[in-house]
Nanobody, 124 residues
């Protein structure tokens, strides 16, 4: 069982920045996804556990940065230039299989453990 502890989130104005963190007891590939109630869970960003390769959704490229601190078993999602369309519940997810890096990191069904989610609300 892999427990993911999320922190960060909150209410900000458009143009501002926010940072989310995800702590896991171990080193796993981590993906960030977001979901608006009633809609599908969408890929945001992901980082491989060993290769540190990163993937981003087109909608956040250039604005969001994912990075990890393996000494702290923590993955961060730094969000800048936030827009109202970024408003959603943000989830981190872990792949406990420690597979090789690849595009599969953008697929929610490839992850087997999920954090509880945090709200990010961006006002206009």
């Amino acid at each position: 069982q892999v427990q993911l502890v999320q922190s960060g989130g909150g209410l900000v104005q458009a143009g501002q920045s926010l940072s989310l963190s995800c702590v896991a007891a171990g080193r796993y590939s981590i993906g960030w996804f977001r979901q608006v109630p009633g809609k599908d869970r969408l890929f945001v960003a992901a980082i491989h556990w060993r290769e540190f390769s990163t993937f981003y959704a087109d909608s956040v490229k250039g604005r969001f940065t994912i990075h990890r601190d393996n000494a702290r078993n923590t993955v961060y999602l730094q969000m800048t230039g936030l827009i109202p369309e970024d408003t959603a519940v943000y989830y981190c997810a872990a792949d406990s299989m420690n597979r090789e890096s690849g595009r599969w990191l953008s697929q929610p069904l490839e992850y087997d453990y999920w954090g509880p989610g945090v709200w990010v609300t961006v006002s206009s």
